[in-house]
């Protein structure tokens, strides 16, 4: 519970034992309820965050926006915290997160990215290919959005029964995003965290992952 609003963190892992153990660790009391989406991961990671005291729920089918509708579906508080399980997002920086929802009058903030302090934690070819997206997101969509691929963001629950979802892969999190800032009736903010090289391995691939985050942009602004 913070400042009366109880919590919910879900975290979608893909073999993440080392990252969700060091997440796990830090989380803060008043996290009410931490959900770890596991598709099938083949290492520890389903123990680990079962035994660190998270609500481990177990998705068939592999995908990062998959895991995330899973894991909606079972979270039961007022709002609701997102972030990777490779440590790359600050767990630390939740209160600082809950402060600048709360004092900004939103129903969703994005965490951005950007600017990279760490030159490790993102290549310069992530940084460029970000670039890319969050200005075809804003032209298409008509809204300055930074971080349109940032997996961290703090809403009301309460939003998503509004929300149409539909991409069970990474292009879930620019989606997400397009449909808080297409909804009037949703206040939308972004502030800057700061963004770490993540431990274990990447489950991104970049060229395609980025080329279909795109295509997906323009479709669905345009077919749906
Ligand atoms: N449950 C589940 N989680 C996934 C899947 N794919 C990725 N993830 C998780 O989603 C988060 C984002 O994936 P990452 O590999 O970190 O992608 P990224 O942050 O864009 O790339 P990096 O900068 O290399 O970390 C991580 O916590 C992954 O474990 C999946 O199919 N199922
Ligand atoms: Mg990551």
Redesign the pocket.
């Known amino acids: 519970m913070y400042k009366g609003q109880s919590l919910t963190v879900i975290?979608?892992?893909?073999?993440?034992e080392q990252?969700i153990e060091r997440i796990l660790r830090a989380m803060p009391e008043f996290v009410d309820e931490v959900i770890v989406?596991?598709?099938a991961s083949t290492d520890r990671t389903s123990e680990v965050a079962a035994a660190l005291g998270a609500k481990v729920i177990r998705?068939d089918v592999?995908?990062?926006g998959?895991?995330y509708k899973r894991g909606f579906l079972v979270a039961t508080k007022d709002l609701i915290v997102t972030l990777?399980?490779?440590q790359?997002y600050p767990v630390d920086a939740l209160s600082y997160l809950l402060e600048a929802f709360l004092h900004l009058n939103v129903d969703f903030l994005n965490a951005s990215r950007f600017p990279v302090r760490d030159p490790r934690a993102?290549s310069r070819r992530?940084r460029f290919g970000n670039l890319v997206l969050a200005l075809a997101m804003s032209m298409l969509y008509f809204r300055w959005v930074r971080d349109s691929?940032s997996?961290m963001w703090v809403f009301r629950r309460a939003i998503l029964k509004d929300m149409k979802l539909e991409s069970d892969g990474?292009a879930f999190s620019e989606e997400i995003k397009i449909e808080a800032i297409r909804n009037p009736a949703v206040r939308f903010g972004e502030i800057s965290i700061l963004y770490s090289s993540?431990l274990g391995e990447?489950?991104?691939n970049p060229w395609r992952d980025g080329i279909q985050n795109l295509w997906f942009l323009v479709r669905k602004r345009f077919l749906r």
């Open positions: 975290i979608p892992c893909l073999n993440e990252g989406v596991d598709n998705e592999r995908g990062y998959r895991a990777d399980g490779d790359s993102m992530s691929q997996g990474m993540r990447s489950k991104l």
